[in-house]
Structures are given as structure tokens and as C-alpha cells.
């Protein structure tokens, strides 16, 4: 999988989009793969590389000005577009997956249901530890503001904490799983 090949089929070079994507892509990657290694997780390095980058490809059709996209989409769909746009590429449907599962700790269909969020009534919760490694080192970057600056653990609770008590407990979960491997087997 070149994943440079599709998002530069998508986005035009030298363009301040193009920039950000990549920026935030790459600091997500890494994220995911130093909390891999701090957790000595047995993980294929090289897809969660390329799938962290690939994580946001759908963002370009999206209404969200302030991150230079100027397409008629809600932001929201941005992971289920990009799952479809990888689909169309004939990447895997791993990497597809992770497009439409990383959104906040993931989307429940009673949330979309409940909240009328313009997105299918299915869950797009992580389920592999690939899917939810990238989701959970996708909190602790923005692409408004600095994408370069990690944001706090405690600045990324209180932002899950706003979509209610099950996304924060989500997280949670995937933060205990990553980084406090023992205080999560005690859990199940």
C-alpha cells in the first residue's frame, strides 16, 4: 500500500490542506506507534504507519472552512467517506475500517440515532487493536490550532467528556488498555 499514491490523487500539492492533513497524519502515526512500543504491543508497525495516515483521506469533501475544506459534506462523515474512497482504491478493507471507526472513541448507533447525526444507524466502534490504537493517538491531536501540539490527557477527557458519559468511558478504556495494560485485564 503507497498511501502518498491516494492522497495525492485527492488533494492538491502544496496546498495548505495538503499540509495539514499530513502534518496531522504523521503525528497521529507516530503517537500510535510509540504507545505500540511503550506498550510492547505485538502490532503490524508498517499498516498502523500507513493507516494512521490514511486515517482522515475523506476530510477534502467535508464543510469545515476553518481546516481549508471547502467541500458540502458535514464533517462528521469525514471517516465513512474516507472508508468509501478507499474501498474505490482497492486498499484493504483494514485500512477502510479505520477510517470510519476513529471518530471521537468511537460512534455508537444509538449515539447517531439519538444525536440525528447525518451517518448510517451502525456502530463504528474499534474493534481491532489496530482500529482502536490509531482512534485513541487521533485524541491527542487537532487539526485546528497547532496540529504539531499534543494535547494533555486531561484536555482530551474533558473533550470526550462533552459527547457523554460513554464516549469518556470509551476512552477510558482505550487509554487503560494502551497505557495501563494491568488496570485493564483486572476490568474483564
Known sequence: MNYALIINKYYEEGSALLDLLLTHSEMVARKALDVAKDARL??????????????????FKCDAS???????????????????????????????????????????A????????????????PETLEEKLIC?????????GDPREEKSL????????KFGPDSLARFDSL????????KASLKT
Not at 505485538?42 to 476530510?59: N, P, R, S, W
Not at 485513541?136 to 485546528?144: E, N, P, T
Open 42 to 59: 505485538d502490532i503490524d508497525k508498517d499498516f498502523v504507519y500507513q493507516a494512521a495516515m490514511l486515517h482522515d483521506i475523506g476530510i
Open 66 to 108: 476553518g481546516i481549508y475544506c471547502h467541500g458540502s459534506e458535514p464533517y462528521i462523515r469525514h471517516g465513512i467517506i474516507g472508508g468509501e474512497l478507499l474501498r474505490q482504491e482497492g486498499a484493504d478493507e483494514a485500512y477502510a475500517r479505520v477510517c470510519e471507526r476513529h471518530t471521537g472513541s468511537g460512534l455508537t
Open 110 to 125: 444509538k449515539e447517531i440515532a439519538e444525536t440525528g447525526m447525518p451517518l448510517p444507524h451502525i456502530d463504528f466502534l
Open 136 to 144: 485513541y493517538a487521533d485524541k491527542f491531536f487537532s487539526k485546528s
Open 154 to 161: 486531561d484536555r482530551v477527557r474533558k473533550s470526550m467528556a
Open 175 to 182: 487509554h487503560a488498555l494502551f497505557i495501563d495494560p494491568l
